[in-house]
């Protein structure tokens, strides 16, 4: 069974940076991607960047284009997300979640297995 645990989260003021982690364990070799995912309360869950098992290609949102950067250490089973420049509107739980039938990265039903989510608030 594949288990995600995120960590990283906390509180920054506008401009600030954190960096998420993603630690897998269990069995991740077919794997296609791992993406990380953020919803705020309201509003539907989001892709917010993916990279593709073995660092090859990486994906993002738009709206964090230039901004964050997700990489993969994989003598580690671990993914990042650091985020920088961070602003008011990044406020969300960020989730980290594996793919294994492959499709399209930032459609959350594509994905087959979650964490349980960490809590990044930014303020102004």
């Known amino acids: 069974q594949v288990q995600l645990v995120e960590s990283g989260g906390g509180s920054v003021q506008a401009g600030g940076s954190l960096r998420l982690s993603c630690a897998a364990s269990g069995y991740t070799y077919s794997s296609k991607y791992i993406g990380w995912f953020r919803q705020a309360p309201g509003k539907p869950r989001e892709g917010v960047a993916a990279?593709?098992?073995?660092?090859?290609?990486?994906y993002y949102a738009d709206s964090v284009k230039g901004r964050f950067t997700i990489s993969q250490d994989n003598a580690k089973n671990t993914v990042y997300l650091q985020m920088n420049s961070l602003k008011p509107e990044d406020t969300a739980m960020y989730y980290c979640?594996?793919?294994?039938?492959?499709?399209?990265?930032?459609?959350?039903?594509?994905?087959?297995?979650w964490g349980q989510g960490t809590q990044v608030a930014v303020s102004s």
């Open positions: 979640a594996l793919n294994i039938r492959g499709g399209t990265w930032y459609i959350p039903s594509n994905y087959d297995y």
């Open positions: 990279i593709v098992t073995g660092g090859a290609s990486t």
